[in-house]
């Protein structure tokens, strides 16, 4: 299935990064998950956690197969420091750290409503059962007093 077109190419939807949501200059797939990544951002995260971003499952560098592109694209130089290729390469690799980042806080702020949530019911449950016990108890002093 056709998802959109990508500098006049026809990019599968399933070839986007899960972690970005772009487009990977050098993508690689999860021999665990099936996930394509950018190379560089899932480096980044099993140097840090060794999980793997979308499933929580254990991902070291062996579980990552490279995907071949064409050869007959070629490849872009950048010419310089100053050059306007190097600072939409500098520009793109903040963007990837911050949708790194933005991708775990979200992640993370998932997680801490589910144990937020979680929390919450326990304490509601043990609310209604010291109502109860309390009604349980006055009801039998009330008893007690009536009958003694």
Same mark, same amino acid.
């Given at each position: 299935?056709?998802?959109?077109?990508?500098?006049?190419?026809?990019?599968?939807?399933?070839?986007?990064?899960?972690?970005?949501?772009?487009?990977?200059?050098?993508?690689?797939?999860?021999?665990?998950?099936?996930?394509?990544?950018?190379?560089?951002?899932?480096?980044?995260?099993?140097?840090?956690?060794?999980?793997?971003?979308?499933?929580?499952?254990?991902?070291?560098?062996?579980?990552?197969?490279?995907?071949?592109?064409?050869?007959?694209?070629?490849?872009?130089?950048? @010419? &310089? #420091?100053?050059?306007?290729?190097?600072?939409?390469?500098?520009?793109?690799? +903040? !963007?990837?750290?911050? $949708?790194? %980042?933005?991708?775990?806080?979200?992640?993370?702020?998932?997680?801490?409503?589910?144990?937020?949530?979680?929390?919450?019911?326990?304490? @509601? &449950? #043990?609310?209604?059962?010291?109502?109860?016990?309390?009604?349980?108890?006055? +009801? !039998?002093?009330?008893? $007690?007093? %009536?009958?003694?």
């Amino acid at each position: 299935r056709i998802h959109r077109i990508y500098e006049n190419r026809y990019i599968e939807e399933r070839m986007l990064c899960s972690i970005s949501g772009r487009v990977p200059k050098e993508a690689v797939v999860s021999r665990k998950s099936g996930h394509v990544f950018e190379k560089s951002l899932v480096l980044k995260i099993i140097k840090e956690i060794g999980l793997c971003p979308v499933t929580n499952e254990p991902l070291s560098l062996d579980d990552l197969i490279d995907v071949q592109v064409s050869s007959t694209v070629p490849a872009v130089k950048p @010419d &310089a #420091a100053g050059s306007i290729p190097h600072l939409l390469a500098a520009l793109q690799s +903040e !963007y990837d750290a911050s $949708a790194l %980042e933005m991708y775990s806080l979200r992640k993370t702020l998932h997680e801490t409503r589910q144990e937020l949530s979680e929390s919450l019911y326990q304490l @509601d &449950a #043990a609310t209604r059962v010291v109502a109860r016990v309390v009604r349980e108890r006055d +009801e !039998y002093r009330r008893l $007690a007093e %009536e009958g003694g």
